[in-house]
């Protein structure tokens, strides 16, 4: 499903688009012209969709160089092995949560009490992984043509990181489960999730001129990106906590 003339989305489960797995959150395809790129990487259930979308958008899975990972939580990261088998890319997450990954440690992301509440199926475990890059928060990734800079805004999780890319179709954010259409959050009753870390790190969104506003789940907005994001912002000024979008 083409976005904007650089951003694809290959990736989406009942929470939105509902194009792959329905457990996918949503998966983006960036088009840097020389390379491409991932942001998120679904649950892992169904990858070769995702796989055959990209191939469907007119590209080569093979040039995909990077898997950019929002944070740890499973409909997110689960697919990465497959996905980084499959296309020889480097995976990418935030140094607070690559540990989880690799040692398999489904309580710390949330997937144990997630799994026992009926948001996965009984059967479902995390394949244990290896990050090829640690980030935290202010690299610059080029992606061909894009520019792709880090954002660490913990607060859904730990280490969630916000991918902030510009191109020529403008400059857009990433957001995972940090901000959502209409201002929205995504705070959650598990580990890692705080909503003081939200209130001590939403303002690093503030001021970036966002036209596209991508988030994990749900709407996105193609243009007029900053004023959702600007909408929680200010919400964070208020005695009541913002409008979750995760319920």
Request: aromatic share 6%.
């Amino acid at each position: 499903m083409k976005l904007n003339n650089e951003v694809h989305l290959v990736g989406s489960g009942k929470s939105g688009a509902w194009i792959t797995h329905e457990y996918d959150s949503h998966v983006y395809l960036l088009d840097g012209g020389d390379a491409l790129a991932l942001i998120d990487a679904g649950v892992g259930l169904e990858p070769e969709r995702i796989l055959a979308n990209v191939s469907d958008a007119g590209c080569d899975p093979k040039r995909i160089t990077h898997i950019l990972l929002t944070h740890c939580h499973a409909d997110h990261c689960g697919g990465t092995p497959a996905l980084r088998r499959e296309t020889g890319a480097q995976a990418a997450m935030s140094r607070e949560e690559v540990d989880f990954l690799r040692d398999g440690d489904e309580d710390s992301i949330g997937l144990t009490i997630a799994r026992r509440e009926g948001y996965y199926p009984s059967s479902y475990h995390l394949e244990a992984l290896d990050m090829d890059i640690r980030l935290t928060g202010g690299e610059e990734i080029m992606v061909g043509d894009l520019r792709v800079r880090t954002i660490h805004v913990p607060g859904h999780s730990i280490g969630s990181i916000c991918y902030l890319v510009t191109g020529k179709s403008g400059t857009h954010l990433f957001s995972g489960d940090v901000v959502f259409h209409k201002g929205e959050i995504g705070l959650l009753n598990c580990p890692g999730s705080s909503l003081a870390d939200y209130r001590a790190s939403i303002g690093k969104l503030g001021g970036l001129g966002v036209d596209g506003l991508f988030p994990g789940h749900g709407m996105f907005a193609a243009t007029h990106g900053q004023w959702h994001i600007d909408l929680a912002i200010e919400a964070f000024k208020s005695l009541v906590a913002p409008r979750n979008a995760i319920r």
